[in-house]
């Protein structure tokens, strides 16, 4: 404890670049900033400046490996620290330098960390791993006091050498400040995506859906939102809609942050998350604060976010047929639209603000901390 409070020492990066585990964090730190029963304190340990550069190799981000261990002692030998909780890649290349921080916790600072999951393990694709790769991922994250997922679906992932009982559920949450409706009523149906545009997050399988769904309803219109990522441009991406944008009711509309993305999700009718692999993504909780029914893949927790039947539709990854039918299903149904939008909505209230979001975290560090 310092001054009679829990001190909580988290190593993460916060934006930019803008990515859910980041935003995450950010909205941790200014929550329990807030607080006067914690101490919370912070080492910002970004490597990429932005979502390009995220997973290529640079001489300079090992070189902000040092300074980040450094900071993190001088942090210990401040006294008081009753946890450190860090926030390990699941891909295995980047994992290595989440490694050196986990045995530096463990061996130097003789202070286990706690793990602060984002990803599915699945990403590691661990059985595929040689066998010597697999036993450092093994034996590192073994080095760790506890897990915390942000799903309790994400528990049923983990590999089965991490004990259950070392494992805690903290579901994400965010603030929402709702912007206003603006759009015409009798403006077109808007399907909206939000989100990265990487391979990975499904936006071309949506592409496909959206051609057919244009093909079967005459006023729909698909508005992707995102920064492109991981090699892609946008130049790409207007190139690849443009093939056959549906006259134009397929567009490619940038990125948007703060106001302007709560204005994209006011004006929607429909929300898509297409992605083929996911942790908690924040998006979805953000369509649901709006109000939004959901279209989303059966991947990592999403189905904790919502319900299938009830919130939206939940359809299997990589599959555009499935998309497509289920948007057409809301798009013809807008009695459907308005129920499972509002059953987002209160369902966001109940467990997914960031008020419920800091509280979970307090109650953690209360419950689980030296």
Same mark, same amino acid.
């Not at 994209?264 to 009718?269: E, G, I, K, T």
């Not at 369509?287 to 939004?292: R, V």
């Given at each position: 404890?310092r001054a009679?409070?829990?001190? +909580?020492?988290?190593? =993460?990066? #916060?934006p930019?670049?803008?990515h859910?585990? $980041?935003? =995450?964090m950010?909205?941790l730190l200014?929550e ?5 029963s914690?101490t919370?304190?912070? #080492?910002? %340990? ?8 995220m ?6 981000k090992l070189?902000r490996?040092?300074r980040y @261990? ?9 006294g008081?620290l009753d946890?450190? #909780?860090l ?8 994992f290595?330098k989440?490694?050196?921080?986990i ?5 130097v600072?003789?202070?286990p960390?706690d ?10 694709? *661990?059985?595929a ?8 991922a ?6 760790c006091?506890?897990f915390? +997922?942000?799903?309790p679906?994400?528990?049923?992932f983990l590999?089965?050498w991490?004990?259950a ?6 579901p994400n949450g965010?603030?929402a400040?709702?912007? %206003?409706r603006q759009?015409?009523?009798? =403006?077109p149906?808007?399907v909206?995506y939000?989100?990265?545009l ?5 936006w071309?399988?949506l592409?496909?859906?959206a051609?057919?769904? @244009?093909?079967q309803h005459p006023?729909?219109?698909f508005?992707?939102?995102?920064r492109?990522a991981f090699?892609l %441009?946008?130049?790409?991406?207007h190139?690849?809609?443009? !093939?056959d944008?549906a ?5 490619? $509309?940038?990125p948007? *942050?703060?106001s302007?993305?709560?204005q994209?999700? $006011?004006?929607?009718?429909l929300?898509?998350f297409?992605s *083929?692999?996911e942790?908690f993504?924040l998006s979805i909780?953000?369509?649901m604060?709006?109000s939004l029914?959901?279209? /989303?893949t059966?991947?990592g927790?999403?189905?904790d =976010?919502? !319900?299938?039947? %009830? ?9 555009a047929?499935?998309l497509?039918?289920a948007i057409l299903?809301?798009?013809h149904n807008?009695?459907?639209r308005?129920?499972?939008g509002s /059953?987002?909505h209160?369902?966001?209230? !109940?467990?997914?603000?960031?008020t419920a979001? !800091?509280q ?5 560090i209360?419950?689980?901390t030296?």
């Amino acid at each position: 404890m310092r001054a009679g409070r829990k001190c +909580v020492l988290f190593v =993460a990066p #916060v934006p930019p670049p803008v990515h859910g585990g $980041a935003l =995450a964090m950010q909205y941790l730190l200014d929550e329990t900033a807030k607080d006067p029963s914690l101490t919370v304190l912070h #080492v910002d %340990s970004r490597f990429a400046a932005s979502l390009a550069d995220m997973q290529k190799f640079r001489l300079s981000k090992l070189l902000r490996i040092p300074r980040y @261990c450094l900071a993190m002692l001088r942090h210990r030998l401040a006294g008081g620290l009753d946890a450190i #909780v860090l926030t390990p890649t699941f891909h295995y290349k980047p994992f290595l330098k989440d490694a050196i921080f986990i045995w530096w916790c463990s061996l130097v600072l003789r202070k286990p960390p706690d793990a602060w999951l984002h990803m599915d393990f699945r990403a590691m694709h *661990y059985d595929a791993l040689p066998a010597p790769a697999r036993w450092f991922a093994r034996t590192t994250l073994r080095r760790c006091r506890r897990f915390l +997922v942000v799903s309790p679906r994400l528990q049923s992932f983990l590999p089965p050498w991490i004990e259950a009982t070392r494992t805690d559920a903290l579901p994400n949450g965010i603030p929402a400040p709702i912007e %206003s409706r603006q759009r015409p009523a009798d =403006a077109p149906l808007r399907v909206l995506y939000l989100s990265n545009l990487e391979e990975a997050k499904g936006w071309q399988t949506l592409l496909d859906a959206a051609r057919r769904v @244009c093909r079967q309803h005459p006023t729909i219109e698909f508005i992707f939102h995102g920064r492109p990522a991981f090699g892609l %441009s946008d130049d790409d991406i207007h190139r690849t809609i443009g !093939s056959d944008d549906a006259a134009g009711r397929i567009r490619f $509309a940038g990125p948007v *942050y703060d106001s302007a993305k709560w204005q994209a999700l $006011a004006d929607a009718d429909l929300f898509a998350f297409p992605s *083929y692999h996911e942790a908690f993504p924040l998006s979805i909780l953000e369509a649901m604060a709006a109000s939004l029914p959901i279209v /989303a893949t059966d991947v990592g927790g999403i189905p904790d =976010a919502f !319900s299938h039947g %009830s919130g939206g539709f939940i359809v299997p990854p990589r599959n555009a047929d499935a998309l497509a039918d289920a948007i057409l299903q809301l798009a013809h149904n807008p009695q459907l639209r308005e129920n499972m939008g509002s /059953a987002n909505h209160q369902r966001y209230l !109940s467990e997914f603000t960031i008020t419920a979001f !800091s509280q979970r975290w307090k109650s953690w560090i209360l419950t689980h901390t030296d």
